[in-house]
Nanobody, 122 residues
Framework: VQLQASGGGLVQAGGSLRLSCTAS????????MGWFRQAPGKERDFVAA????????EYANSVKGRFTISRDNAKNTVYLQMNSLKPEDTAVYYC????????????????WGQGTQVTVSS
């Protein structure tokens, strides 16, 4: 699976961004999808995940109530809607795919996208 993420940018605190990640190469609906992020000097952390059909989602506590993950299997795309952004959300955001099972840990990931930078100014 090849994953192409987009939608990052610079936004003021309190603003919103929507990230997209489009997959190619394999049957998208066979993969659970997720988003991770990595700030400078820090480990790559789980942000959100969604099951193959979209019926189950999970979020890191730090983003619950502010971020929403969704997917459109007809478009082979997973989204991350980010609202009420904070400076501490600044990071490179990576989309990720796992065969069949919901993912929450970096070691569960089968495929990574290339990352998109999100910068939130105070």
């Amino acid at each position: 699976v090849q994953l192409q993420a987009s939608g990052g940018g610079l936004v003021q605190a309190g603003g919103s961004l929507r990230l997209s990640c489009t997959a190619s190469g394999r049957t998208f609906s066979n993969y659970a999808m997720g988003w991770f992020r990595q700030a400078p000097g820090k480990e790559r952390d789980f942000v959100a995940a969604i099951s193959r059909g979209g019926g189950t989602t999970e979020y890191a506590n730090s983003v619950k109530g502010r971020f929403t993950i969704s997917r459109d299997n007809a478009k082979n795309t997973v989204y991350l809607q980010m609202n009420s952004l904070k400076p501490e959300d600044t990071a490179v955001y990576y989309c990720a795919a796992r065969w069949q099972l919901l993912l929450q840990r970096s070691r569960d990931v089968d495929y990574w996208g290339q990352g998109t930078q999100v910068t939130v100014s105070s």
